[in-house]
């Protein structure tokens, strides 16, 4: 078990990758607070990984909200002792042409994305440095962290903003032992992707078949989804990893669809 005591966070575990992520490192024996909008879904998650024989405690957070995400996590303390590992993980997405963007839309998205990455980052940092056992912080980005799509202004500048935050992180974080890195994943067929594809469809004016085919999957090497599973098992690597070796660095997942 590779993570075996360790205590993770994970925003927007309710879920999509989030939840993949919250099963496989309970597998490798770490102790998981599913935090989640939906507490009530975020509850049936941690009972799922206590009744398969792991630990979870289930906290509601908007991660918008200074006052639940300081709430979420002296909670999370509380409950396990501390925070090891945080993951970033909670998003929505958005389709809008830029001259049609709302503005409330945009500052949405960056309060999901960026605010929430930015709380979120705070206050487990205060309980590591608290505890001084070091930790990792992972950061949910996106092969838009790298590159841009017609129609994700306010989602392609949150993930390039993800990247500028843990390379700070990283640096600031390395004199207590605390890793900043990101995950970036192609698409991953989750709610929120399927969400997009008769949106992009509409956009373009395309078939649904055409937006999976030749938007979203034309540039892998071999024409697939990345999955769930992909990412939970990078998230396993990167918590793991025994060193300050790898940190400030971003982790592209995505069947070549960008490489670096």
């Known amino acids: 078990m590779q993570l075996k005591d360790k205590v993770a966070l994970i925003t927007g575990a309710a879920s999509g990758i989030?939840?993949?992520?919250?099963?496989?490192?309970?597998?490798?024996?770490?102790?998981?607070?599913?935090?989640?909008?939906?507490?009530?879904a975020a509850s049936k998650t941690a009972d799922e990984i206590r009744q398969a024989g792991g630990e979870a405690f289930a906290v509601a957070m908007d991660v918008s909200s200074e006052e639940q995400v300081d709430k979420g996590v002296a909670d999370a303390v509380a409950h396990f002792g501390g925070i090891?590992?945080?993951?970033?993980?909670a998003g929505i997405q958005i389709i809008s042409p830029v001259v049609d963007y709302a503005f409330d839309q945009w500052k949405k998205m960056l309060a999901?994305?960026?605010?929430?990455?930015?709380?979120?980052?705070?206050?487990?940092?205060?309980?590591?440095i608290e505890k001084g056992r070091g930790g990792a912080i992972i950061y949910m980005g996106s092969v838009h962290s790298h590159e841009g799509s017609p129609f994700k202004s306010a989602?392609?500048?949150?993930?390039?903003?993800?990247?500028?935050?843990?390379?700070?992180v990283a640096k600031e974080g390395a004199k207590d032992g605390?890793?900043?890195?990101?995950i970036c994943p192609g698409f991953v067929r989750t709610p929120l992707v399927?969400?997009?594809?008769?949106?992009?469809?509409?956009?373009?004016?395309?078939?649904e078949e055409d937006v999976i085919k030749k938007v979203m999957l034309k540039d892998t090497i071999d024409g697939e989804f990345t999955t769930t599973q992909d990412v939970a098992q990078t998230a396993v690597f990167l918590a793991a990893f025994p060193s300050n070796a790898l940190s400030g660095q971003s982790i592209v997942v995505s069947h070549g669809w960008h490489m670096q």
Do not use: W
Request: proline share 1%.
């Open 18 to 40: 989030g939840k993949e992520m919250a099963i496989e490192y309970a597998k490798q024996g770490a102790k998981i607070v599913i935090a989640d909008l939906a507490l009530d």
């Open 155 to 168: 989602y392609v500048a949150a993930k390039h903003g993800l990247v500028g935050l843990a390379k700070v």
């Open 194 to 207: 399927d969400k997009q594809i008769p949106e992009q469809a509409a956009q373009l004016n395309i078939s």
């Open 178 to 182: 605390i890793r900043a890195n990101v």
């Open 84 to 89: 090891d590992i945080l993951i970033s993980n």
């Open 112 to 128: 999901i994305h960026m605010d929430g990455a930015f709380l979120t980052t705070r206050a487990c940092m205060r309980a590591m």
